[in-house]
């Protein structure tokens, strides 16, 4: 059973659907545990999504590592955390066919989530396209059956696994976008003209990857481009965690404490966000 309310997900399924209909763009920022899913909920974020590098950082292992049953522990967290919508990074659906993967899309929504991503790769290769639409197609049917409107992202994997064939890349995505994908997503596209090659070139919503070193532009520029959503990976996470390996090193190499210093929020504003 789910956390949450039959009425309460219906609802925060249908905010997540306006938002992807929506003539704007706007950013779904990727918690990893309660408090930031809390935090980013006061900033005024309108959806959340977990991350997978994220939760497995978290529990002290490397990308990729984490069970189905940690990844849709954590997404029942932040649901629980925030009045938001919650989408799951559900990598390639935790399985290896379609029954399995129709499972974790069961799974993800008793756990409070109204939208996930399923990837085209799997142990770190990516798939034929007619495996990879086997497997989306069983999400789909399982996201079909579900009593509200589970947004569904398909992800085309290329450009993370050294396949820079943008060709290749938008001919699967307007493949998954035919299988009934709700929004479309090829992590790794660094350059004006490879997003709007990708959003001209399909009808859905298109998700860009944002907030790393290899894109650099702004919500406004995404949007011009064609862009109806932007998340962010493991990128706060990952400001998180360089900003504690900063300071620790700090101490453990000069022995001085200048990390406290500058930059570091007080104990009572971060209070605020958990009171």
């Known amino acids: 059973m789910s956390l949450l309310t039959a009425e309460d997900q219906y609802r925060r399924a249908e905010a997540f659907a306006e938002l992807h209909a929506g003539p704007d763009v706007f950013v779904i920022a990727n918690a990893w545990d309660a408090g930031t899913a809390k935090i980013f909920t006061a900033l005024g974020f309108r959806a959340l999504a977990t991350t997978s590098a994220g939760i497995a950082h978290s529990l002290g292992l490397g990308d990729g590592a984490i069970s189905r049953d940690a990844s849709l522990a954590n997404a029942r967290a932040l649901a629980a955390a925030t009045h938001l919508p919650v989408a799951g990074d ?5 399985a290896a066919d379609g029954d399995g993967i129709a499972g974790t899309i069961r ?19 990516v798939i034929p396209l007619g495996e990879a639409l086997e497997h989306l197609a069983a999400a789909i049917e399982a996201a079909r059956a579900l009593p509200f409107p589970f947004t569904l992202t398909a992800r085309a994997e290329n450009f993370l696994y050294g396949h820079d064939d943008l060709k290749d890349t938008i001919a699967r995505l307007q493949a998954y976008e035919a299988a009934g994908a709700d929004v479309l997503f090829a992590p790794g596209l660094t350059t004006e003209e490879q997003i709007r090659a990708v959003t001209s070139e399909v009808g859905k919503p298109v998700n860009v990857l944002a907030g790393g070193a290899r894109l650099n532009a702004t919500v406004e520029q995404l949007g011009e481009w064609g862009v109806r959503r932007i998340s962010l990976g493991s990128n706060l996470s990952r400001a998180a965690v360089s900003a504690a390996i900063a300071g620790a090193r700090e101490i453990a190499e000069r022995g001085t404490f200048e990390f406290g210093r500058s930059g570091v929020l007080p104990h009572a504003e971060i209070e605020g966000y958990f009171g």
Not at 90 to 94: K, R, T
Not at 107 to 125: F, H, K, T
């Open 90 to 94: 559900l990598e390639s659906g935790f």
């Open 107 to 125: 799974l993800a929504a008793d756990n409070g989530l109204v939208g996930g991503s399923i990837e085209d790769a799997v142990d770190g290769a």
